[in-house]
């Protein structure tokens, strides 16, 4: 009897909503599966793009992995490790974030059957680590090096390289003119892993073929004063002088003051206002530099000073603009004019100040150092260049990945093909359950080729039979979906070729995040996080309200 009325042990906060068990490892799999369901049809050269409109009603129309998922705005819990995987794929490779989310939610949907018979989460995540394991090995033994070639060979494979990751975007009508653009950019800033010394620069109007690549540095002109028609546009072998100062008068600060006992005194001070600006001035011009730089406002009076001695300036340039042309030209940005040595100045063969569609450009070319480079990218709508800066950026990490892990290895679902084939036979010589959760890794790697068939409008098992057949007779390790016309083709003498890199982290990260998705088997929603913020704002309102009536019966009563 007394163990009957024993009270209930209550431990979480009322309204705390808790969900366990085999539910909901299936419930998250689900939301996974809608999350790569959602970004399926943007793989391949042939995938769809997507229009995403969001609050602020801006639009973007993209099919890079990365950038749809960070769009989407997921909230449930678990799908949003599918967008970290595919973030942190975009920041450390830049290419295959679609891939790594479809591989992720293909894993999850092949393990959903095994977690609806009861298979412990445990016994599949053992598996798919060791799958995961193999493949990657495996990825590394077909990589082919293309370390020890000359200079021209380097740039051929590195261009087929960037066309491949190009065929699949927005512009992918043009791989071949932006993917020698992209290795020459690349190959411009050599060993330096700065991405920001590439600068892209987007001008509306004109075609994609107009877009050009500037071995140096390009910006677009700054706000200039009266003056500045007269400066010259044109310079050969110019010192350039960079600065991080204001060149125009300034006025004293509001609360400053001065006592004079005699008016002429006034004359004196305001006097040598002007003597500092002139004296600031002339020691720019005694330099010897003909284009001067700031980050800060060159004034009016700067600006016609130096156009009467025909020096080109120009102030509020952007810190990044600043900091690529010092790193280009050899300059170092100074924070006072004074002792102006040759040494701290830059120099570049030719400077011009060019017309580019409205705008018009500041181009450095010919720099000494020459560890910079300028995409001025054109093109029709706004939205259509915002995509095309995307695919470049993914262009461009990519070639550099290829530069420093020189190995590649085929596309157009090949290497996926080979490894499903690999852990199928390696599977056969596994005794107990782990075998079905090896064949099912292997079979999520198929959804590779398969939807890049789907989304080209091929027949997918047609395909996928002929792959498999050639795969099986251990010639056509090579031989991935020929996106043209609809058949199998030999993606390495295609020159359908990808980073190994790409691969290896993609197969890594999709496999960590299916086994961490699948080791959560319970879900706390703590009702205080949800109405965190409206609570925050009622006590905010109700210190301010209190506050305000307690300081008004205080100033209104008497004190006794």
């Not at 005699?262 to 001070?269: G, N, R, T």
Request: charged residues 25%.
């Amino acid at each position: 009897m007394a163990a009957m009325m024993q009270p209930q042990i209550i431990l979480l906060k009322e309204g705390t909503d808790t969900s366990q068990g085999r539910a909901q490892v299936v419930s998250n799999i689900n939301a996974c599966s809608a999350v790569g369901d959602t970004v399926r049809t943007t793989l391949g050269p042939r995938g769809m793009d997507k229009l995403i409109h969001d609050d602020k009603g801006g639009v973007t129309i993209s099919n890079d992995g990365a950038t749809i998922m960070r769009l989407l705005d997921i909230v449930h819990p678990a799908a949003k490790i599918l967008v970290d995987i595919a973030k942190s794929q975009d920041s450390e490779v830049g290419d295959g974030t679609t891939t790594v989310v479809l591989l992720a939610a293909e894993f999850l949907k092949e393990a959903k059957p095994y977690i609806e018979d009861g298979v412990h989460p445990h016994s599949l995540i053992r598996s798919y680590r060791l799958a995961g394991n193999m493949a990657i090995q495996r990825v590394k033994e077909l990589a082919v090096s293309i370390e020890g070639k000359s200079l021209e060979e380097k740039k051929l494979l590195l261009a087929k390289c960037a066309a491949t990751t190009l065929s699949s975007k927005l512009i992918g009508g043009e791989k071949e003119f932006f993917a020698s653009m992209v290795v020459d950019a690349v190959l411009a800033i050599g060993n330096d892993d700065r991405l920001n010394l590439i600068g892209i620069k987007k001008v509306p109007g004109g075609t994609m073929r107009d877009s050009f690549l500037v071995n140096g540095v390009a910006f677009k002109k700054t706000f200039s004063y009266a003056g500045f028609e007269q400066q010259p546009k044109k310079f050969l072998s110019p010192k350039i002088l960079l600065l991080n100062i204001e060149l125009e008068l300034k006025s004293e600060k509001e609360n400053a003051e001065i006592r004079l006992s005699d008016p002429l005194q006034y004359q004196s001070i305001v006097d040598a206002e002007w003597n500092i600006i002139y004296d600031k001035l002339d020691k720019c011009v005694k330099s010897g530099a003909k284009i001067v730089l700031s980050r800060l406002a060159i004034g009016d009076l700067a600006t016609q000073y130096f156009a009467d001695r025909d020096i080109f300036c120009a102030g509020r340039v952007t810190e990044e603009d600043l900091q690529r042309v010092a790193a280009a030209t050899g300059g170092t940005v100074q924070t006072s004019v004074n002792n102006i040595i040759d040494e701290v100045l830059g120099s570049c063969e030719v400077f011009e100040e060019k017309q580019v569609g409205n705008e018009r450009f500041n181009i450095f070319s010919g720099c000494p150092s020459g560890q910079t480079a300028t995409i001025v990218l054109r093109g029709g709508a706004d939205q259509f260049i915002e995509e095309a800066e995307r695919s470049l950026h993914d262009a461009i990490m990519i070639v550099r990945r290829a530069v420093k892990n020189s190995t590649v290895v085929p596309g157009g679902g090949a290497i996926d093909m080979e490894i499903s084939k690999y852990l199928r036979q390696h599977a056969r010589t596994i005794a107990g359950k782990s075998q079905f959760f090896v064949n099912s890794f292997a079979k999520a790697l198929e959804v590779i080729p398969r939807q890049l068939c789907d989304n080209a409008g091929f027949d997918a098992t047609d395909v996928l039979n002929k792959l498999r057949q050639k795969h099986a007779t251990g010639e056509g390790a090579n031989y991935g979906v020929d996106i043209n016309t609809g058949g199998i083709a030999d993606s390495f003498a295609n020159f359908v070729w990808e980073p190994s890199v790409v691969k290896i982290n993609a197969i890594n990260a999709a496999t960590e995040a299916a086994c961490l998705i699948l080791s959560v088997d319970e879900t706390v929603k703590n009702p205080k996080s949800e109405s965190a913020q409206g609570d925050a704002a009622a006590s905010a309102m109700a210190g301010r309200g209190g506050g305000a009536m307690r300081g008004r019966g205080g100033r209104g009563m008497r004190r006794r």
